[in-house]
């Protein structure tokens, strides 16, 4: 009975560890489907749906790694405190239990896809583990760790489709991804003040001028890239639509509300809290991801 209710108790605390809030991040598994043009095909959207539920389970043993290892610097974040593990409230067994089953019995259904797709899913759970290893330790490599991450997810979401992989979808995951990261640690940075490094010391290395910088740097890649890659008339004849320039209206609002936001409102900390929370910011996604559709899979587009 006393073990029932010790169950009852570590569930809620287990489920809020394995962060089912960032889950949004692996949304970018989908984007293969709709710019491999098999949006619209149940056999596909299925295979898609099980490649986003594989990263999830994957990114949750990830977060539950991060949390036994981290539980101690996260004592010090006016956050992070409260997380079940570090508050001492879910046992470091309980935890790391639930870490290898979500890890091993992920890799076992991405297997069941294909060898490829294992092979990607394997390496994104071996890369981040590094990571949360000792790469986060490492100036500017860290922030490229993560940006590979977001590249794998892409990547192994075309492959669970099995739709050729073009070289925007990395160059675009990689430069978006980083732009989200270095606003990130910006935003550390100014939030936790000069406590910043004794939570996350790989901070020391950087400041809010060298990180201003680098999303200055991001931010104009990640438009250029974005617009070359929508106007370019190999986009056009292999999505099979010359339109696709027309949604990068939304790109642009997307990442100048986002700096806005990042700026002006000390945000960036959560990127998938400030997209949910953004009436703007989610308004503007909801209608690229629209127009993109529209562009791609209607009479209108063509």
């Known amino acids: 009975m ?7 108790r570590s569930l809620p605390l287990l489920i809020a560890s394995v962060r089912p809030e960032q889950w949004t991040k692996n949304l970018i598994v989908f984007a293969g489907l709709m710019f491999g043009g098999r949006l619209l095909e149940g056999a596909a959207i299925l295979e898609a ?21 981290d539980r101690d610097a996260d004592r010090s974040h006016p956050l992070k405190r409260m997380r079940p593990i570090a508050a001492g409230e879910l046992r470091v067994r309980t935890a790391a239990i639930a870490a290898v089953i979500l890890g091993a019995g992920a890799l076992v259904f991405a297997w069941r896809i294909s060898p490829v797709f294992a092979a ?36 192994a979401g075309a492959v669970a489709v099995q739709v050729p992989i073009g070289p925007w979808l990395p160059v675009c995951t990689t430069l978006l991804a980083l732009f989200l990261v ?3 640690r910006r935003h550390e940075l100014l ?60 790109v642009l609002y997307g990442i100048f ?10 945000g960036g900390g959560a990127p998938t809290t400030t997209l949910v929370t953004d009436g703007p910011l989610l308004a503007c996604v909801a209608l690229w991801a629209a127009a993109v559709g529209l562009c791609l899979y209607s009479p209108l587009g063509h």
Not at 2 to 8: F, H, K, L, Q, S
Not at 51 to 68: R, T
Request: aromatic share 10%; with cysteine.
């Open 2 to 8: 006393a073990r029932r209710a010790a169950a009852g």
């Open 49 to 69: 749906a099980e490649a986003f539920a594989i990263f999830c389970a994957l990114s949750s043993a990830v977060y539950l790694y991060n949390d036994i290892s």
């Open 120 to 155: 990607l899913a394997g390496g994104y759970l071996a890369l981040l583990l590094l990571y949360s290893a000792a790469l986060k330790h490492v100036v500017i490599i860290d922030v490229l760790t993560i940006a590979g991450g977001f590249v794998l997810r892409a990547v």
């Open 182 to 184: 270095l606003s990130k």
């Open 191 to 250: 939030l936790l003040g000069e406590g910043a490094t004794d939570h996350r010391p790989i901070l020391q290395e950087y400041s809010p001028y060298l990180l201003d910088q680098m999303i200055a740097v991001v931010t104009a890649s990640t438009v250029i890239a974005y617009s070359i890659f929508a106007t370019s008339p190999d986009t056009a004849e292999r999505l099979g639509t010359p339109r696709l320039g027309l949604t990068i209206p939304f």
């Open 257 to 266: 509300r986002y700096l806005y936001l990042v700026h002006q409102k000390r």
